[in-house]
């Protein structure tokens, strides 16, 4: 079992910047990849961002691709989303998901733990 509780959304001017925790616990945290994904209202849930089970290798949606970062502490099981440069588009709640993987998956039919999401808005 693993459980994940986000952090760290909130109301910001466009072009500014926050960063989103998950803290996660379960024993499997750090053998599994890691994920971000967002829901807008009226809108499907999709990828942002994923980090394998080490660290080593992050894959990233086209439209935050070098706005957003994601990052990994499994010493403090807990995976982080940088985002800078926000845009009114980018509000959403975010997600964190642990794979059922160790590898990377853009699709969230491979991740079987969730959290409760974070509200992140971004005023124009």
């Known amino acids: 079992q693993v459980q994940l509780v986000e952090s760290g959304g909130g109301l910001v001017q466009a072009g500014g910047s926050l960063r989103l925790s998950c803290a996660a616990s379960g024993r499997?945290?750090?053998s599994r990849a890691l994920g971000w994904f967002r829901q807008a209202p009226g809108k499907e849930r999709e990828f942002v961002a994923a980090i394998s089970w080490s660290g080593g290798s992050t894959s990233y949606a086209d439209s935050v691709k070098g706005r957003f970062t994601i990052s990994r502490d499994n010493a403090k099981n807990t995976v982080y989303l940088q985002m800078n440069s926000l845009k009114p588009?980018?509000?959403?709640?975010?997600?964190c998901a642990a794979s059922r993987a160790t590898?990377?998956?853009?699709?969230?039919?491979s991740y079987n733990y969730w959290g409760q999401g974070t509200q992140v808005t971004v005023s124009s």
């Open 28 to 30: 499997t945290f750090n």
């Open 89 to 95: 588009e980018d509000t959403a709640v975010y997600y």
């Open 103 to 109: 590898l990377i998956s853009l699709s969230a039919f």
